[in-house]
């Protein structure tokens, strides 16, 4: 008993009080999200007739815009700091997922989802490099690792209340999921006034983007991120819900337990990852989650081949508790490895391509997937494993292309410090 104590103990992050309050309002930012992300093509598809297809485009859509206002928050983050950056983006997010209840044409959909898509931008990048700033560099792995704890823990929440409350037989249930989650984006800021921004020193300012097209090493990392997130994380979140609703018979509520296993699975097993990933190869751990989502989506597609209603609901969860251990190296191994390849002076801009790679996924995935989705639905799920099992090999080939001082997630004695508030 004593050992497993000890244990317990050995996973406290031990990361200083503001990255605690950031990951407070974080949680209840990710709430919101996993309320309203598992139904939105549903809703699209189910409650305002919406094709899969032009469904697919709309969350394309959201990335689409996202990119370009990724670019000009990692800049305005090195420039005027993160905190004010996020808060803006916040505010953008609050207006728009506010007015999702009004569409009711395919353009409504569109423009919309492009203004979400403008603050999601600007969202991730600086929240990224305030989390950076706020973090001594040999605990940045846990940072991020916590910070993917408290995302699942929202979502897995956000999730479950999302499946009891949404119903397409009644579609202003979808308006209380939109609310709620602009309540959130409106609490995060709440937060975010407690905490300072990192500081800038005046000769951390110069450097453009070019400096960062220029790590040959960090752009393909960047790349081969992309990949994944579009032959599995994209497919996930965005295709599984409609894949399982209308292919399998997996009712919302459904939706909403696999969303909130998925979620339960980072939320449990994280930190447990995260120590055991100390001191051992990052890419190699890259490869693994490439294998293990590979093997995630064959079971998907197997269940909504052979199975439909509370069996393939089951045989599912099962897959994504496969798919969310995936998600526990990708929280370790991504976000730290990108700010350990950045200098000081261009911590956001290379946190903005780190995001920008999220972008790429989310715009090829659903876009390219929602046709697959619409026009044969049970080829999908083969073919993204085997896009996944080639991220496998980029991964590893990558490997002996990083600064031999990065190729490893730090071990030893953690430590507390950076910002305190």
């Given at each position: 008993?004593?050992?497993f104590?000890a244990y ?13 309050i ?6 209840a930012n990710s ?5 309203v992300l598992p139904?939105l ?8 007739g919406i094709?899969l297809?032009?469904a697919?485009?709309i969350a394309?859509?959201?990335s ?5 206002s990724g ?5 305005l983050s090195d ?6 950056v996020?808060m803006?983006?916040l505010g953008v ?9 009004l569409?009711?044409e395919?353009w409504h ?6 203004l ?6 600007a ?6 490099s305030?989390l950076?700033?706020?973090?001594a560099?040999?605990?940045r792995?846990?940072a991020?690792?916590?910070q ?6 929202g979502?897995?929440?956000g ?7 949404a119903?397409t ?6 308006t ?16 975010l006034?407690r905490?300072p ?5 005046p000769?951390?300012?110069a ?8 790590d040959?090493p960090?752009i393909g990392y ?5 990949t ?6 994209a497919?996930?979140v ?10 399998a018979g997996?009712t919302?509520t ?8 998925d979620?339960?699975v980072v939320?449990?097993?994280?930190l447990?990852v ?6 051992r190869?990052r890419?190699?751990g890259?490869?693994l989650m490439g294998v293990?989502?590979?093997?995630a989506m064959?079971?998907?597609g ?5 199975l439909e ?5 089951a045989v599912?969860a099962?897959a994504?508790i ?7 190296l990708h929280?370790t ?9 950045a200098s000081?002076a261009?911590?956001g801009?290379?946190?903005a391509?780190a995001?920008?790679?999220?972008q790429i996924?989310w715009i090829v995935?659903p876009a390219?997937g929602?046709?697959v989705?619409?026009h044969?639905?049970l ?5 993204a494993?085997a ?9 590893l ?6 600064p031999?001082s990065v190729?490893r997630t730090?071990a030893?004695?953690?430590?507390l ?5």
């Amino acid at each position: 008993m004593r050992t497993f104590a000890a244990y317990l103990r050995s996973l406290d992050p031990r990361l200083p009080r503001a990255v605690w309050i950031l990951q407070g309002g974080g949680l209840a930012n990710s709430f919101g999200n996993g309320v309203v992300l598992p139904f939105l093509i549903i809703y699209l598809h189910n409650v305002r007739g919406i094709s899969l297809g032009l469904a697919g485009l709309i969350a394309a859509t959201n990335s689409a815009a996202a990119f370009g206002s990724g670019f000009l928050a990692g800049s305005l983050s090195d420039r005027i700091g993160p905190r004010a950056v996020l808060m803006s983006a916040l505010g953008v997010m609050t207006v728009a997922i506010a007015l999702f209840p009004l569409i009711r044409e395919a353009w409504h959909a569109f423009a919309l989802n492009a203004l979400l898509g403008t603050g999601s931008g600007a969202f991730w990048p600086s929240q990224s490099s305030l989390l950076t700033g706020l973090t001594a560099p040999e605990r940045r792995h846990g940072a991020f690792s916590l910070q993917r704890v408290t995302m699942n823990l929202g979502v897995a929440l956000g999730g479950l209340t999302g499946g009891l409350v949404a119903s397409t037989a009644h579609p202003r249930t979808f308006t209380i999921l939109f609310l709620a989650d602009a309540a959130t984006f409106l609490a995060y800021v709440g937060v975010l006034t407690r905490l300072p921004s990192p500081e800038r020193q005046p000769e951390e300012r110069a450097g453009t983007y070019a400096d960062v097209l220029r790590d040959r090493p960090f752009i393909g990392y960047t790349l081969l991120n992309a990949t994944f997130m579009a032959a599995a994380m994209a497919v996930f979140v965005e295709l599984l819900p409609p894949f399982a609703k209308n292919h399998a018979g997996v009712t919302e509520t459904g939706v909403g337990i696999l969303w909130f296993v998925d979620s339960t699975v980072v939320v449990v097993a994280q930190l447990p990852v995260t120590k055991l990933a100390e001191g051992r190869r990052r890419m190699l751990g890259f490869a693994l989650m490439g294998v293990i989502w590979a093997g995630a989506m064959l079971v998907i597609g197997a269940a909504g081949w052979w199975l439909e209603a509370g069996a393939a609901t089951a045989v599912m969860a099962l897959a994504t508790i496969l798919f969310g251990l995936g998600e526990c190296l990708h929280g370790t191994i991504h976000g730290p490895l990108s700010a350990d390849l950045a200098s000081p002076a261009l911590v956001g801009r290379y946190m903005a391509f780190a995001s920008q790679s999220w972008q790429i996924g989310w715009i090829v995935g659903p876009a390219i997937g929602g046709f697959v989705l619409q026009h044969a639905p049970l080829a999908l799920w083969p073919a993204a494993a085997a896009v996944n099992l080639l991220g496998v090999g980029w991964s590893l080939a990558l490997e002996r292309r990083l600064p031999r001082s990065v190729r490893r997630t730090p071990a030893g004695q953690p430590a507390l410090a950076v910002a305190e508030v």
